[in-house]
C-alpha cells in the first residue's frame, strides 16, 4: 500500500464518520435550551473534521506545491509484519471483554494469559506451557483476592460466583 | 510490580481458588455474601459520603458485608438503570436521592422509581437556602422579587441547568410572578464560587455547603423555600413567611432493590432498617455530614417522591425531554 | 502568626504523623503506578482508617496518597507507554520514546525530580499565596474559563509532528468522542443512538489506557518482537542517568510548566492531566528546542511532571481557602474534612491555623518520602522492562480491564477501552498523531460547558468572550497560534519549487 492510498482510505472513513455523525445529531433549533442550541457544538464539531478530511483528501490527491516536502517528515506507510498475531490479539481481547462478566475477572484472565502469552511468542519452541499457567492462574486468583479482600471493591465472580 | 516474584505469590494464591468457588447462597439464610450498594455519584460528593455511612451502618445492622460501589454517570441515570436491570437476589442494591425524579422527567430512564423494589428512606436533607453576596444590596427574598419586578429578567439566579435547582428556580419565579435571569453555574463548587465573585445575585445553595461564608459574612441568607426556619438559622424566614407562597420538597435519600426482589430478602433489609431507624451509632455518624435519620416506611417514601414528582412536573416544559 | 506555624509545624513532625505519611505516599505509589489502580481508590481505601485518627494525622495519611498517586504514574507512563494515572499522560509523549532510545533511568531520575520540585513549588505557592490566590479564581467566570481552556486547545498544531491536518483531525476526533452522551449543559442526549450506557459518555482512564497501551499491544503482536527494544532498554538503562547539565538546562523549562501547573490547579473544575498537557505544551512553545518536544527529551519528561505535580499545591488552593474541590481527589479529601468536622472554607485559616500549616508541613515530609521512595525502588522498576514482554504485557492488560472495570463497576467501560485500543492502532498505523486526540478529548468538555455556561450569563450574546480583558486576550492568541502553522504550512506547500 503507498502513502498516497492510506491516506486516502483514511480520508474517506473519516469523511463518512464526520456524516454519519452530522446526520445522527438533531437539527438545528431541535434542542433549544434558555435559547441555545445544545446541539450546535457538536454539528460544529462534525462540520469541521468533515472539512478536515475532505482537506486531507485533497492535499493527497490533488498535486499542488511541493508535496513531497511534507511526505518526507510524515511516519512510513502502515505496514505490519505479523498480520495473522495482530488479528489473534484483536479477537482474543475483544473476547476477554465480551467474558469479562460472564465468566468472570478470574476465569477470563486466565484464558487471556495464556493465549496472550502464546501469541506474543515469536520464537519457535520458546514457549512455556506450565510456567504460563501457574502465572495465568497464580495472577488474576492474587488480583482477585486483593481487590475483594483488601480494596473492598468487587470484580465480576461470572460463573464462579453465586 | 513485583512481578518477578509471581512464583511466590503463585504458590501462595493457588489453594486460594478454592474460596471463590464458594457455595451458592440460598434465599433463606439470606444475606449469605457481601451486598453490593450502588452509589449513583461519584466518591466524595455529598450522596457518596452518606451512602458510606449508610452502608457501614447497614453491615452492622444485618451482620453482613455492604460494599458500597460507586456509578457515576448522568445525573444517576446509569446506576438506576444497572440496579432496574440487576438480578434481583437481594446482593445489588441502589442508594439514591429525590434526584431520580429529575432522571424520570427527562427521559433518562424509561421506567419510575416505583418499578425498583423501594424499601425505605434513610435520610433527608437538611435543606436548602437561597444566598447573595454579603455586598449585594438584597437583605431578603422579598428585595429580589421587588427588583426582579422592576426590570424582569435582570436579577442573575445560579443554577445548575436540568437538576433540582432548574426546577426550584422555575417554581419561585413562578410563585413571586417574577421572571429571573437564570444562569448555568453547575454544582455546588461552582455556584459557591460565582456567588462570592458575584457572577451571579442570588443561588440556591444545601445549608451545610455554605455554612461557615455564612459564619464569616461572606454570603448572606436571604430566605429559605423550605415548610419551616432551621434550628440553626432562626432568623433566616421561610418564602411563605415572605410572602412567596412555594414550599419546596427537601431531598430524600432512599434505598430499593431491583423490581420484583422475594418478600424475605426485602423483610429482612425492611427490619434491618426498622433498627438502623432507632440507632444512637447511626445517628452520631449522620451528625458528622450534618445529616438527620429519616426513616419512612416503603409506601410512604413512594408517596414522598410522589408528591415531589407532581411539584417538579408543573415544571417539567423547563427540561427538554429526550424522546 | 509565626508560633502558629512553628505549632502546625511540630505537630505534624510527631514521628506517628511522619510514619502515616510516608505509608501514604507508599501506598500512593502502588496505586498511581500500578495500571488499573487510581489515586481516588487510594483516597477512598484509606478515608474511613482516618475517622479514627486526629485530623491532622488523616489528612496527612491522604495527602500522602494523594502525592504518591500523582507521582507514581510517572512509573508504567515512562517504562509502559501506559498512562498510570491521567495527571501522568503528557509524561508518555518523550518519556516512552526516552526509554526505547535506552534512557529509561535518565527519563525516571529528572520525572522523579521533576515531581519532586514541582510538589515543592506547588506547596510553596499554596503556603504564601492561599488566601490571595483564592480571590483571584473567584474572578474567573465561565468565559474566562472559556478563552483559556480554548487557548490550551489551539496548541493542537503544535503536537502534530508531520502532517499538520492529521494532527487537526486527531484533535477534532478527540473532541467528537468527548462529546457523546449527555450535553454539559442542559443534559441532552447526543451520539448516544439511544444507549443508556452512552448516556454518561466515555471515562477518561479507558480512553487513554485504550489509546495508548491497548493500542501498543496491537502494535506489539503484529510488529514482530519488541523484544529488541526491551532488551537495549535493560543493557543501557545502567549507564545513562541524569547529568548536571540536563538539570541546569531545565531549570526554565521547569519554571513554566510548575507555574502553568499551580496555576491550572488554581482553577477548580480543570483537573490534573490538564495541567499536565498545558504545562508540557507551555514548556514546548516557549523553549528552543521545542521542535525537538516529543522525541524522547528530558526537557518533556520535566516539563509534564513538574506541572502535575505543582497542581497538588494548586489544587488544595481551592480547597483549602474556599472549600471547593476542583477534582474526585480533592472532593474525597473535602469529605475527610467534613467527617472530621472541620469545614474548609474562608475560616479555616483563621479558626484552624495549627493544622493548616500541619498540613503543609506534611505535603513537603509527603514530596521528600515520594523522591526517596522512587529513587531507592528504581533499580526495581528497571528490571521490570526486563520481564519478558510476552509475559509482562498480558499482565498489565488484565491490569487495564480491571482499572477499567473498577472505575464504575461497569463492563461498558471495558468495552470502550479496547474499542479506543483499536481507534489508537488505526490512528497510529495510518499516521495520525495520538497526542491531539488526547488534548481533544480532555480540553473539548471543558471547552464547550463554558462556553454554553458563559452564554446563558451573557443572554446568547457572544461579543461578551471579546469585550472581557482577559477572554479577550487569549481568544486573540489563540487565533494567532491556530493561523500561524496554516499560514506557514500553506506557503510551504505554494512556494515555487525551486529548479534543479
Redesign the interface.
Known amino acids: 500500500m503507498t502513502r498516497k492510498l492510506t491516506d486516502g482510505i483514511a480520508g474517506a472513513v473519516i469523511l463518512l464518520a464526520a456524516i454519519a455523525m452530522y446526520l445522527s445529531l438533531p437539527g438545528p433549533g431541535e434542542t433549544v435550551i434558555a435559547g441555545l442550541d445544545m446541539s450546535l457544538a457538536p454539528r460544529l464539531v462534525a462540520l469541521i473534521l468533515g472539512a478536515l478530511s475532505l482537506g486531507l483528501l485533497v492535499v493527497t490527491f490533488v498535486p499542488f506545491g511541493d508535496t513531497d516536502a511534507e511526505g518526507e517528515a510524515a511516519p512510513g506507510t502502515p505496514h505490519v509484519a505479523y498480520p495473522g498475531r495482530l488479528v489473534a490479539t484483536a479477537v482474543l481481547i475483544v473476547a476477554a471483554a465480551a467474558c469479562f462478566q460472564w465468566l468472570g475477572f478470574v476465569l477470563t484472565s486466565v484464558l487471556y494469559i495464556f493465549a496472550q502469552c502464546y501469541i506474543l511468542t515469536y520464537e519457535a519452541g520458546t514457549f512455556r506451557p506450565l510456567r504460563t499457567a501457574i502465572i495465568a492462574i497464580a495472577f488474576p486468583v492474587t488480583v482477585n483476592l486483593m481487590f475483594w479482600h483488601l480494596l473492598s471493591m468487587p470484580l465480576p465472580q461470572g460463573i464462579l460466583g453465586s | 510490580?513485583k512481578?518477578?516474584h509471581?512464583?511466590t505469590?503463585?504458590?501462595a494464591?493457588?489453594p486460594?481458588?478454592g474460596?471463590?468457588?464458594g457455595g451458592?447462597?440460598m434465599a433463606q439464610d439470606y444475606p449469605s455474601?457481601?451486598i453490593?450498594m450502588?452509589i449513583p455519584y461519584?466518591?466524595?460528593?455529598d450522596t457518596?459520603?452518606l451512602g458510606?455511612i449508610f452502608a457501614?451502618q447497614l453491615e452492622a445492622a444485618l451482620g453482613e458485608?455492604v460494599?458500597p460501589?460507586?456509578?457515576?454517570?448522568?445525573?444517576g441515570?446509569?446506576a438506576t438503570?444497572?440496579v432496574y436491570q440487576a438480578a434481583p437476589?437481594g446482593y445489588t442494591m441502589l442508594f439514591h436521592h429525590s434526584g431520580v425524579l429529575g432522571s424520570m422527567l427527562?427521559g433518562?430512564?424509561d421506567f419510575s422509581f416505583d418499578d425498583l423494589t423501594v424499601l425505605g428512606s434513610v435520610g433527608l436533607s437538611e435543606g436548602s437556602i437561597w444566598v447573595t453576596a454579603s455586598s449585594s444590596p438584597y437583605e431578603d427574598m422579598q428585595d429580589v422579587v421587588e427588583a426582579a419586578k422592576a426590570s424582569p429578567g435582570t436579577v442573575?439566579n445560579g443554577i445548575n441547568?436540568?437538576s433540582q435547582t432548574h426546577v426550584h428556580a422555575a417554581a419561585f419565579e413562578k410563585a413571586a410572578g417574577v421572571e429571573m435571569?437564570?444562569?448555568?453555574?453547575?454544582g455546588i463548587?461552582?455556584k459557591?464560587?460565582?456567588i462570592?465573585?458575584q457572577?451571579v445575585d442570588v443561588s440556591e445553595v444545601q445549608v451545610g455547603?455554605v455554612?461557615?461564608?455564612l459564619?464569616?459574612g461572606?454570603m448572606r441568607a436571604l430566605g429559605t423555600p423550605a415548610a419551616k426556619r432551621f434550628d440553626g438559622l432562626p432568623d433566616v424566614a421561610t418564602f411563605a413567611e415572605q410572602g412567596i407562597d412555594v414550599e419546596m420538597p427537601d431531598r430524600l435519600f432512599w434505598v430499593a432493590l431491583p423490581p420484583g426482589a422475594p418478600d424475605d430478602v426485602v423483610e429482612t433489609l425492611k427490619g434491618a432498617l426498622a433498627e438502623l431507624a432507632g440507632s444512637e451509632a447511626l445517628k452520631t455518624e449522620y451528625a458528622?455530614?450534618k445529616m438527620t435519620p429519616y426513616f419512612l416506611s416503603a409506601e410512604e417514601t413512594v408517596d414522598y417522591l410522589n408528591n415531589e414528582y407532581e411539584f417538579n412536573a408543573q415544571y417539567k416544559d423547563i427540561?427538554?425531554s429526550?424522546n | 502568626m509565626f508560633d502558629v506555624f512553628l505549632q502546625g509545624a511540630s505537630a505534624a513532625l510527631d514521628i506517628y504523623c511522619i510514619l502515616l505519611v510516608f505509608g501514604g505516599v507508599a501506598l500512593g505509589i502502588v496505586f498511581g503506578s500500578v495500571p488499573g489502580l487510581t489515586a481516588s481508590m487510594g483516597l477512598i481505601l484509606c478515608l474511613p482508617l482516618t475517622f479514627t485518627m486526629p485530623p491532622l494525622h488523616g489528612l496527612s495519611l491522604l495527602c500522602g496518597l494523594f502525592i504518591g498517586g500523582i507521582s507514581g504514574g510517572l512509573i508504567p507512563a515512562i517504562l509502559m507507554n501506559l498512562p498510570g494515572t491521567p495527571g501522568s499522560v503528557a509524561t508518555l509523549f518523550d518519556g516512552y520514546p526516552m526509554a526505547v532510545k535506552g534512557e529509561a533511568k535518565k527519563a525516571l531520575s529528572a520525572a522523579v525530580l521533576a515531581s519532586f520540585c514541582g510538589t515543592l513549588f506547588g506547596i510553596v505557592v499554596l503556603a504564601i499565596f492561599a488566601p490571595m490566590l483564592a480571590r483571584f479564581a473567584l474572578k474567573f467566570t465561565p468565559f474566562e474559563y472559556f478563552a483559556v481552556s480554548f487557548f490550551a486547545l489551539s496548541l493542537i498544531a503544535s503536537l502534530s509532528a508531520g502532517s499538520m491536518i492529521k494532527g487537526f483531525i486527531s484533535g477534532v476526533i478527540g473532541i467528537a468522542i468527548a462529546m457523546v452522551g449527555m450535553s454539559p449543559v442542559g443534559g441532552i442526549e447526543r451520539l448516544t443512538g439511544g444507549h443508556t450506557d452512552l448516556q454518561a459518555g466515555f471515562a477518561m482512564v479507558p480512553f487513554l489506557v485504550g489509546l495508548f497501551a491497548i493500542s501498543e499491544l496491537l502494535h506489539d503482536s503484529g510488529n514482530g518482537p519488541a523484544k529488541a527494544t526491551m532488551r537495549k532498554l535493560g543493557e543501557t538503562t545502567r549507564e545513562v542517568g541524569l547529568k548536571i547539565a540536563d538539570v541546569v538546562g531545565n531549570i526554565r523549562t521547569f519554571l513554566v510548566a510548575a507555574t502553568v501547573g499551580t496555576g491550572i490547579g488554581i482553577l477548580p473544575g480543570i483537573g490534573v492531566s490538564t495541567a499536565s498537557l498545558t504545562g508540557y505544551l507551555a514548556a514546548k512553545k516557549t523553549s528552543r528546542r521545542g521542535n525537538k518536544y516529543g522525541t524522547g527529551i528530558v526537557d518533556g519528561v520535566v516539563a509534564s511532571e513538574s506541572a502535575n505535580n505543582a497542581c497538588i499545591g494548586g489544587a488544595l488552593v481551592p480547597l483549602l481557602a474556599l472549600g471547593i474541590p476542583g477534582d474526585t481527589v480533592a472532593s474525597i479529601l473535602l469529605g475527610a474534612f467534613i467527617m472530621n468536622n472541620i469545614q474548609p472554607g474562608p475560616l479555616l485559616f483563621l479558626t484552624q491555623g495549627e493544622l493548616v500549616y500541619g498540613i503543609f508541613t506534611s505535603l513537603v515530609v509527603a514530596s521528600i518520602a515520594m523522591a526517596a521512595f522512587m529513587f531507592l525502588m528504581m533499580p526495581v522498576f528497571v528490571r521490570i522492562v526486563r520481564t519478558p514482554k510476552n509475559v509482562l504485557m498480558p499482565l498489565v492488560v488484565v491490569m487495564c480491564l480491571v482499572g477499567a472495570f473498577g472505575l464504575n463497576n461497569r463492563a461498558f467501560d471495558v468495552w470502550s477501552m479496547v474499542m479506543f485500543g483499536g481507534l489508537g492502532f488505526a490512528l497510529r498505523t495510518f499516521g495520525f498523531p495520538l497526542q491531539p486526540a488526547v488534548l481533544g478529548f480532555i480540553l473539548g468538555p471543558i471547552v464547550e460547558t463554558n462556553f454554553y455556561r458563559a452564554l446563558t450569563a451573557s443572554k446568547g450574546d457572544l461579543t461578551e468572550f471579546l469585550t472581557r480583558p482577559i477572554s479577550g486576550l487569549f481568544l486573540l492568541l489563540s487565533l494567532v497560534f491556530i493561523a500561524l502553522p496554516l499560514i506557514s504550512a500553506l506557503y510551504t506547500r505554494l512556494r515555487p519549487v525551486p529548479q534543479g
Open positions: 510490580m512481578f518477578r509471581l512464583k505469590i503463585a504458590a494464591a493457588v486460594a481458588l474460596l471463590l468457588a451458592a447462597a455474601k457481601p453490593q450502588v461519584n466518591p466524595g460528593g457518596d459520603l458510606r457501614s458485608t460494599v460501589v460507586n456509578m457515576a454517570g448522568a445525573s441515570s446509569i438503570t444497572h437476589d427527562t433518562a430512564i442573575k441547568f436540568g435571569h437564570n444562569i448555568d453555574v453547575g463548587g461552582e459557591i464560587v460565582s462570592l465573585g457572577h455547603a455554612q461557615s461564608y459564619d464569616s461572606d458528622k455530614v427540561f427538554l429526550n
